[in-house]
């Protein structure tokens, strides 16, 4: 079948949307299509991609003003009956792009917080959810030993969907992206995770979370939760942490 894409060309002041004909099947990928018009009319076109097969984030990119994995979405999704818009295909906001559909993510990868774990406990084992599992909040292990308690990596694939949907990353200028304002819910998901899991880290994520560009700069707009393509659910990890520093404000009111 015969599709139409707009894809935004170029860097800085010289990018424009290009308008593209291709032929591919519905059962394929945009990612497909990408590769297709790459490897065929259009050998300059430049975007990043590596599994496939949503595992590694790479692909991130927004249709129509919206964050998907490129290789997982279906063509046929961009395309809705008896709608002749066609479908607009842009980089990530937020980060810096470098030309066409790549774009730099430092402004994610320079805001995690470092050591923390990627290892957290399952709550499934060979399909079946695991029974008496401890409390989220026990001390936790880096190195994986639980005993018969299965662990599990977590599940954020660093793509940046949330980064670029997040109203309040966005509202900044060119020149204040990336900057401290907000470290953004990315980060504080990782922080929020490893406040579940080391006991010891706790007062000292605390304290780090409540700083100006931590929990109070979120102003929940929940579009982080939105665009997830692993269901982590960042402003859920958000909230979590603001009810925890409001536990502490109210242990400090009562002089505990």
């Known amino acids: 079948m015969k599709r139409i ?21 519905d059962r394929l990928s945009l990612l497909d299509a990408l590769e297709k018009l790459r490897t065929g009319s259009v050998p300059s076109l430049v975007y990043r991609h590596s599994c496939h097969h949503g595992s590694c984030g790479t692909c991130t ?24 818009k ?26 995690q917080p470092e050591n923390t774990s990627g290892l957290r406990e399952s709550e499934w084992r060979n399909g079946e959810p695991v029974k008496n599992l ?12 639980k005993g018969d308690k299965p662990v599990r990596f977590e599940d954020c694939i660093e793509c940046g969907a949330c980064i670029s ?12 992206r990336g900057t401290s304002d907000f470290m953004g819910p990315a980060a504080l998901t990782a922080l929020n995770r490893e406040y579940l899991k080391e006991q ?19 102003k929940r707009y929940i579009e982080c939760s939105r665009v997830c393509p692993r ?3 960042p402003a859920k990890h958000i909230e979590m ?10 242990r400090m009111m009562q002089g505990e």
Do not use: H, W
């Open 200 to 218: 010891e880290k706790k007062e000292s994520i605390l304290e780090r979370v409540q700083k100006p560009d931590g929990v109070p700069a979120c």
């Open 134 to 145: 401890p409390s989220q909040e026990s001390a936790f292990s880096n190195t994986g030993d």
């Open 86 to 111: 066609i479908p607009r295909i842009d980089p990530l906001a937020v980060m810096n792009s470098l030309t066409d559909l790549a774009v730099n993510p430092a402004v994610l990868f320079n805001a």
């Open 241 to 250: 942490l603001r009810q925890e520093l409001q536990k502490k404000f109210s």
């Open 5 to 25: 894409l707009s894809i935004l060309r170029g860097n800085g002041k010289t990018r424009k949307y290009e308008t593209y004909e291709i032929e591919i099947d």
């Open 231 to 233: 269901a982590v659910y």
């Open 165 to 176: 949907a997040c109203p309040v990353l966005r509202s900044g200028t060119e020149q204040a």
């Open 61 to 84: 990119v927004r249709v129509n003003g919206r964050e998907v994995l490129a290789c997982i979405t279906p063509i046929s999704s961009l395309y809705q009956e008896g709608d002749e």
